[in-house]
């Protein structure tokens, strides 16, 4: 152990950081489909309302957030079922990664346990292991169509006096399955009974397919206030480094949230204005992304079943593709570095967000339609030579 490890809290020493968030410095010829950040640009009135806020002066401190933005957020989420109190039950955070840390930190002891679906997104195993919980994988399993589903059955086997909280992506990173009614029931019914908080990760809800329903855990019976709701601008107006992101819990818990010490780590105020007016105005910004995703979905799950050896089921929501690589004989953590050295194509390998993941890779679909189609025949070409 080196003099600068001894210096460190050793929960640091465990975290990992993904390898779809390490900065990749330009390639030429690089399609990166690695990192889910929108290649959209925002909507020329949110940049002017942060221009406007700064030169009125709103650069000052606005403690528990913008209280016009908090109402907004609550409209907003009330589509979804469940209206908050936007004045005790919504707090505004720098991102959804903050507040994925800050629910967690909220919840959890050190030696408690935090249940993690697998596969699912990588961002969620850090902040666990830093607040020194113990992370307990428990596996989805694929149905007959090939998709990621809960496995109530896996999961109760892995609830133990210490499990303190499970989180959930719906709709689900890196899988693309949005949980039904009766699967989110189950799990409610499961943290009741044995007494655990749910963190659910909201963030891709502008993005489902098909005329899916969502339904929000949030809203069933007595969940409230076992419930905390991660949101993000991220993914809904493409705010990937603006890190823009809000919590909704139940009128008990929400309060607690607050006491979380992050210091003035919150939404700059400018961008909080400009928040306000993105949930008031964007909601055709954000259709026409979604039109613009769904054309890619279904033209890149297309292609990839086509290929040899290749099977990938159409998403039911996000915009990432999910294909099963499998019988090509190769893992994938393999199979995603020789794609990007041979190709230049960067995804992720499916085992990076949990050992249930092997034999797949995600794909973000983050760049234009003509582009993807050079990314799919680089795919095949590759796939082929395999």
Known sequence: MSAVQKLLKKEIGAVTISATRVRVPPQPGLINLGAGDPDFNQPKYIADTVYKAILEGYTHYSFGGEPELMEALANYYAKWGYKADPSTQVVITSGGSQGIFHALAALVNPGEEVILFDPTYGGYSGPSGYLGAKIVRSPLKKDS???????????????TDKTKALVICNPDN???SVFTKAELTAIADLAKDKNFAVIADEIYTEYIWGGRPFYPIIAAPDMADRTIVVGSFSKMFAWTGCRAGFLISGPNLAPYLGRVPLGINSMPVPFQKAATVALIKGSDFTKYMASQYLERIEYCADRLN????VSCVMPESTFYVFPDISKTGVKSAEFSAKLGEQEKIRGAAGASY???GEGHIRLALVEPLNVL?????????????L
Do not use: S
């Open 373 to 385: 189609v050079e990314a799919m025949d680089r795919f095949e070409r590759f796939v082929n030579k």
């Open 306 to 309: 086509e290929m040899k050896n």
């Open 145 to 159: 169509k090939g998709y990621f589903r809960p496995d109530i059955e896996a999961l109760k086997t892995k609830i």
């Open 354 to 356: 949990g050992p249930t």
């Open 174 to 176: 890196p899988t693309g």
